[in-house]
Nanobody
Framework: QVQLVESGGGLVQAGDSLRLSCAAS????????MGWFRQAPGKEREFVAA????????YYAASVKGRFTISRDNAKNTVYLQMNSLKPEDTAIYYC????????????????WGQGTQVTVSS
């Protein structure tokens, strides 16, 4: 079974940076897309960024492009989300997910999820 464990969240001020990690285990991910989504209370899960495991091709939501960077370390089976210039509207629980075989910005295409890590950005 695929297991995803997010870490690195916390309470920061606007303009600060944070680096999230997602440790993946259970199988190899060579054919997969790793994605970061976030969900604020009362809202649907929102796409943030994704990366193909094999090629490293990336895709970002317009709201975070230029501020966030997704990357992966294949040797460690870990995906990262470097978040810079954080804004209060970035406040959410951040989830790492896996989509098999294709790039997607739809949460329903990601079949496995971690437990999430809370990111709170104060003004």
């Amino acid at each position: 079974q695929v297991q995803l464990v997010e870490s690195g969240g916390g309470l920061v001020q606007a303009g600060d940076s944070l680096r999230l990690s997602c440790a993946a285990s259970g199988r190899t991910f060579n054919n997969d897309v790793m994605g970061w989504f976030r969900q604020a209370p009362g809202k649907e899960r929102e796409f943030v960024a994704a990366i193909t495991w094999a090629s490293g091709r990336t895709y970002y939501a317009a709201s975070v492009k230029g501020r966030f960077t997704i990357s992966r370390d294949n040797a460690k089976n870990t995906v990262y989300l470097q978040m810079n210039s954080l804004k209060p509207e970035d406040t959410a629980i951040y989830y790492c997910g896996v989509s098999r075989g294709r790039m997607s910005d739809y949460a329903r295409d990601f079949g496995s999820w971690g437990q999430g890590t809370q990111v709170t950005v104060s003004s």
